[in-house]
Nanobody
Framework: QVQLVESGGGLVQAGGSLRLACAASGRSFINYAVSWFRQAPGKEREFVAAIIIKWSGGSTYYAESVKGRFTISRDNTKNTVYLQMSSLKPEDTAVYYC?????????????????WGQGTQVTVSS
């Protein structure tokens, strides 16, 4: 198991940037798939981005709505995954959650993940 804590959320104007961090404690999550999801009030949780490390190297995945604007990365020395968000839009407003799992084969599906953080609020003003 790994414990996850998100940080970095806040209020930003449209077009601005934020960097979210997902810090892991417990065992190293170097072998985990780590993803960001978000959920706005009244809406289902949606996939944002994922990074998966395998023997052949890391792979990243992005929702079409954020591709080109968001970048997921990881710093294994800090056991932390980041989500750099730029060109933010009001529709990006949501609680952002970090998730991790060893067995994830469908990174865009939230039910694939057994480890979740508590979320960090991102609000983008127009």
């Amino acid at each position: 198991q790994v414990q996850l804590v998100e940080s970095g959320g806040g209020l930003v104007q449209a077009g601005g940037s934020l960097r979210l961090a997902c810090a892991a404690s417990g065992r190293s999550f170097i072998n985990y798939a780590v993803s960001w999801f978000r959920q706005a009030p009244g809406k289902e949780r949606e996939f944002v981005a994922a990074i998966i490390i395998k023997w052949s190297g890391g792979s990243t995945y992005y929702a079409e709505s954020v591709k080109g604007r968001f970048t997921i990365s990881r710093d294994n020395t800090k056991n932390t995954v980041y989500l750099q968000m730029s060109s933010l839009k009001p529709e990006d407003t949501a609680v952002y959650y970090c998730a991790a799992d060893l067995k994830t084969t469908r990174p865009r599906i939230g039910t694939e993940y057994n480890n979740w953080g508590q979320g960090t609020q991102v609000t983008v003003s127009s």
